[in-house]
């Protein structure tokens, strides 16, 4: 049972790089997200999808992009990685409307320097 | 807006022990109240949920306690146990809408 997916599980990056964090999941889950998590904050949605070519921002959306070409997939883009980026990402999915159970991802622990 | 807060930040019981976590939400139109069990270097997982339709759900030694009226939720441990040490989040959701989390409350349970 993979579940979702997530990779890379570490990545150091200079400040001003780009790199996609890759989500994906085998539920055939409808609602997939983006979190970061940084310490006494907790969980920050950052954009979220409810199904193939649908995509909407989160609380805290600025310097991501995302896309959802499949129901799979659903790949996180920092455009130009910057310190306040340091942090842990999750990908979660989970069935959309009824939205019970969310399944998170292993994380991806980012650095940026 | 905090739509989701968590108390306490930290929580240290001993072995046998009562914890307790509470959390207060803003939107009475919520409709699904989970509580998430994340370990060091591991993603979320569920542990417990609750409607607003009922006042208690227990799953062996975990305990939901929800006060619709006063807007507030608690997860209970009973006989805390070392290997519940984990970090805890509560999070309150709306069909067909997204999850919001608390800040998480980090528990230590001594030996």
């Known amino acids: 049972n993979a579940g979702v997916t997530q990779t890379p599980k570490f990545q150091v990056l200079k400040t001003g790089q780009s790199m996609t964090l890759q989500c994906a999941q085998d539920?055939?889950?409808?609602?997939m997200s983006w979190y970061r998590q940084d310490p006494g904050m907790g969980l920050r949605l950052i954009h979220y999808?409810?199904?193939?070519?649908?995509?909407d921002q989160g609380e805290v959306p600025n310097g991501y992009n995302v896309s959802r070409s499949t129901t799979e997939d659903f790949p996180l883009r920092l455009l130009s990685a910057a310190p306040s980026q340091t942090s842990v990402y999750f990908c979660a999915s989970s069935y959309y409307p009824s939205n019970t159970e969310a399944f998170f991802g292993q994380g991806t622990r980012l650095t940026v320097v | 807006q905090q739509q989701v807060k968590q108390s306490p930040q930290s929580l240290i019981v001993q072995k046998g022990g009562i914890s307790i976590i509470n959390c207060a939400y803003e939107?009475?139109?919520?409709?699904?109240f989970p509580w998430y069990q994340q370990f060091p270097g591991k993603g979320p997982a569920l542990l417990i949920a609750?409607?607003?339709?009922?006042s208690e759900k227990k799953e062996g030694r975990f305990t939901i306690s929800f006060n619709k009226s006063a807007k507030q939720f608690s997860l209970h441990i009973m006989d805390s146990q070392p290997g519940d040490s984990a970090t805890y989040f509560c999070?309150?959701?709306?069909?067909?809408?997204?999850?919001?989390f608390g800040t998480g409350t980090s528990l230590t349970v001594i030996p």
């Open positions: 999070a309150a959701s709306l069909t067909g809408n997204q999850f919001y």
């Open positions: 539920m055939n889950h409808e609602y």
């Open positions: 939107n009475t139109a919520f409709d699904y």
């Open positions: 999808s409810v199904g193939a070519g649908i995509t």
């Open positions: 609750i409607r607003p339709d009922v």
